[in-house]
């Protein structure tokens, strides 16, 4: 039984396809877990941009910490298959956070 590799997305460079194909199956893992982690880190910084960018400023919620700005986010971290909160905003071209606690999984 012949099987046929999956067809990469039109718009994947073909150095890109090129050097996966060349890839063996772990390291192809190594280089899917980073990538989604990658992925999540631009949209995480894309939202935070978003955020930053409104004009009008939100009512400061009662449980952020003074040293947290208002136009902070929540986030969630997930560290050693655990899951936690943290404050997170832009400082110029650095985004910046602040671990508020673990998540309830209970919520």
Known sequence: MSYEPPTPP????TEI??????????LLRYVATYAEALAEHK???DHLEESADQEEVEERPDDLPDEVPAKA????KEINDNRYYYW????GDKVTSKYKGPVNPDE
Do not use: G, K, M
């Not at 039109?10 to 460079?13: D, I, S, T, W, Y």
């Not at 396809?17 to 772990?26: A, G, Y």
């Not at 997170?88 to 400082?91: A, G, P, V």
């Open 43 to 45: 949209e995480r910084e």
């Open 17 to 26: 396809v090129n050097t996966l194909n060349e890839s063996d199956s772990e």
């Open 88 to 91: 997170q905003w832009r400082e």
């Open 10 to 13: 039109a718009n994947l460079p």
């Open 73 to 76: 986010t929540i986030t969630i």
